[in-house]
């Protein structure tokens, strides 16, 4: 069964920084790793897809990386904003269809 | 375009009732999948629709639980005889296919007294 961890689990910085958010999983079979922002009481907002064949994908400020071999993951958010506070979760998909989360990142920008 | 809404947002049941949650997916989207959330978790996979069947139905965790997709578009889940350990955020997801990206609703807070 995919175990997907997220580290770690709450994560406070000053506007500006730059910051990274690292995601692990037991099976390296995966289709692709996608990962979300969830604000409080809300659903879940798609930041980026990784297919497993791909190493990076970039949107913005955000850079996700995806090392298959190692079951690691990471996103990269360039000059926090305050408006960057959410939960950030990883999940990674096996089967084409079912995304397995881990339990997510806070994030708190102030 | 329209994003994937569900109805209604907030739902409070009595213990043994019968509930019903809408999903309304994203237009031309064959893909329609069901997680549940429960408070400081990540979502966790009920059931997956291709077109109108459910081709994987293993996350729901009893017989209790049960969804349709008559038309291919819309879906119910329906709780029968609903506990307090029902009581989640239930969220909705639909993607072009199988492998693609999914876009999840805002989910429907079901409690259950």
């Known amino acids: 069964k995919q175990e997907v961890t997220q580290i770690p689990a709450a994560l406070s910085v000053p506007e500006g920084e730059n910051l990274v958010l690292n995601c692990s999983f037991t099976?390296?079979?995966?289709?692709?790793l996608q990962w979300f922002r969830q604000d409080p009481g809300k659903g879940l907002t798609s930041l980026l897809l990784?297919?497993?064949?791909?190493r990076e994908q970039t949107s913005g400020r955000l850079n996700a990386s995806l090392d298959k071999s190692s079951g690691r993951s990471t996103l990269y958010i360039a000059a926090s904003q305050p408006g960057d506070s959410a939960t950030y979760l990883c999940?990674?998909?096996?089967?084409?269809?079912?995304?397995?989360f881990g339990k997510g990142t806070s994030l708190l920008v102030t | 375009g329209a994003g994937v809404s569900q109805t209604p947002s907030n739902k409070v049941t009595e213990k043994g009732k019968y509930v019903e949650l809408r999903c309304d997916p994203i237009?031309?989207?064959?893909?329609l999948y069901w997680y549940r959330q429960s408070l400081g978790q990540g979502p966790e996979f009920l059931i997956y629709?291709?077109?109108?069947?459910?081709a994987d139905d293993s996350g729901l965790p009893n017989d209790r639980f049960f969804a349709v997709r008559p038309e291919g578009s819309v879906s119910t889940l329906k709780i029968q005889r609903t506990e307090r350990g029902d009581s989640a955020v239930y969220l909705c997801?639909?993607?072009w296919g199988q492998g693609w990206e999914q876009y999840f609703g805002p989910g429907t807070r079901l409690t259950v007294t």
């Open positions: 629709f291709q077109g109108t069947g459910a």
């Open positions: 237009s031309g989207h064959t893909a």
């Open positions: 997801a639909s993607s």
């Open positions: 990784i297919q497993s064949s791909q």
């Open positions: 099976d390296s079979a995966i289709y692709n």
């Open positions: 999940a990674v998909q096996n089967s084409g269809y079912a995304l397995n």
